[in-house]
């Protein structure tokens, strides 16, 4: 499992944490979702390969995931290190898992799954598993199949009528683009939806077998990504099949991107579903009170545990662990993460506010990251509709046009962005 990431377009809320940390639905971290996912599919001997700002996925880990003594399950961090053979920090993707195969090699296995760790879907990989063994492929490519419109924004793969990839091309548009059509109903699709979604994407999941895996990292020393050069590669050399998954899947990448999946979660019925219990979203467990409403109104929301909300106003919002959110505050549209501890009210005479939100705020269309302290009488709507923007003091930043406060800023009484 990759765990690496910079996260740069996902900036500022990677600014002290890697992409994988990224608090999700105000309770959970990115990290989670492929770790649930994995657990969910019977599959429990995980590595987790960190390198960038991984203090807290680090922690995050190894307080979340531990199995009994008699288990042989485990999820275990697998930082990047200097040895003999190698200086260098992991260089991309393919390269992490090059320098982490000493360490697979002491649990022996059939077959390897690589995984993005901050990715936002559901999947039984038992099913992908399955697949990969039954075609008999050296490596299978989980694909998804999506409209010429959103097709150029990812790595695009070309299959043929047996289900094997024939070709490979990155962010293809244009002519290069259309070439890239496939027949996706020889993969399952139905005839109507298949010519409106014929372009094959890849998630970022692969299935390698072990000893495929291992000749071609040590074979191909210089490459070190697996999308932009291991998976192209691999197509002249071996059996590289594609597993069609029609199920919702979103690449978090960006501020917009990231906004928006928060945004669905809240709707009637949203894409991925929280509450499904037959594949549960596993996290940190807290032993938190329940969140406690002294008074207000709250449409469409989702409230975390340990929040205390008196005499407000939340519209379609995400309100995280241990949130305090002040009396007449209005907050619509918005991702508030929480905190990560308890912190006192303010005292007469203090000129910090307490962490969370004061009373009479207003807040649209914004993402508050952990532990802000926000005063009395903020207003954080976009005012100027910018769509950009870098606060000097970095205490907020816009990003595809949603206003974030940066973890731990401090907003002043009266503020108005």
């Known amino acids: 499992m990759l765990g690496g990431g910079r996260g740069t377009r996902l900036f500022p809320l990677t600014r002290h944490r890697s992409k994988p940390a990224v608090p999700l639905a105000g309770n959970y971290r990115l990290i989670d979702v492929a770790i649930s996912n994995s657990l969910n599919s019977g599959i429990d001997r995980i590595y987790v390969l960190t390198q960038f700002n991984s203090a807290s996925l680090n922690q995050h880990i ?49 077959d ?38 959103r097709a150029g924004e990812f790595g695009v793969l070309k299959a043929d009528r047996r289900g094997c990839i024939t070709e490979f091309r990155e962010k293809p548009s244009g002519k290069e683009l259309r070439e890239m059509r496939t027949d996706t109903r020889t993969l399952g699709l139905a005839a109507t939806v298949a010519r409106r979604r014929p372009y094959l994407v890849s998630m970022g999941v692969y299935l390698f077998r072990f000893e495929v895996l291992r000749d071609m990292l040590r074979g191909e020393s210089g490459s070190i990504d697996f999308a ?17 998954y029609d199920g919702y899947w979103e690449d978090i990448g960006t501020i917009g991107s990231f906004y928006r999946a ?3 979660l809240v709707s009637p019925l949203p ?12 996290t940190h467990p807290r032993f938190l009170p329940g969140s406690k409403v002294n008074q207000g109104e709250i449409e ?58 004061g009373p009479d705020c207003r807040i649209k269309r914004a993402i508050i990251d ?9 207003s954080l709507v976009n005012r100027r509709r910018l769509k950009n923007y870098d606060d000097s003091e970095g205490r907020f930043f816009i990003r595809d046009g949603i206003l974030v406060v940066a973890q731990g800023a401090v907003i002043e009484d009266g503020t108005e962005i």
Not at 112 to 127: A, F, K
């Open 62 to 110: 190894s307080r979340t995931y531990r199995f009994d003594a008699f288990s042989e399950g485990f999820v275990e961090i697998l930082a990047a290190e200097q040895t003999p053979d190698s200086h260098d920090w992991f260089q991309g993707t393919a390269d992490a898992v090059r320098k982490a195969l000493p360490h697979l090699g002491t649990s022996p296995c059939r």
């Open 112 to 149: 390897v799954l690589v995984l993005s760790g901050d990715h936002l879907y559901r999947m039984d990989y038992g099913t992908f598993v399955t697949h990969h063994r039954e075609a008999g492929a050296d490596i299978t490519i989980a694909v998804k199949p999506v409209s010429a419109s």
């Open 228 to 244: 932009k050069e291991i998976i192209p590669d691999s197509l002249s050399h071996g059996r590289v099949h594609a597993f069609l």
């Open 262 to 264: 928060h945004m669905d």
């Open 271 to 282: 894409k991925f579903n929280l509450f499904d219990a037959s594949f549960p979203l596993y």
């Open 300 to 357: 469409r929301s989702i409230l975390n545990d340990g929040c205390i909300i008196d005499r407000a106003v939340i519209r379609g919002s995400i309100i995280g662990l241990r949130s305090r959110i002040g009396a007449g505050t209005v907050i619509e549209d918005s991702l508030v993460m929480g905190a990560d501890y308890f912190h006192p009210v303010r005292r007469c005479g203090e000129s910090l506010p307490p962490v969370g939100i």
């Open 370 to 378: 952990k532990n802000a302290f926000i005063g009395r009488s903020v």
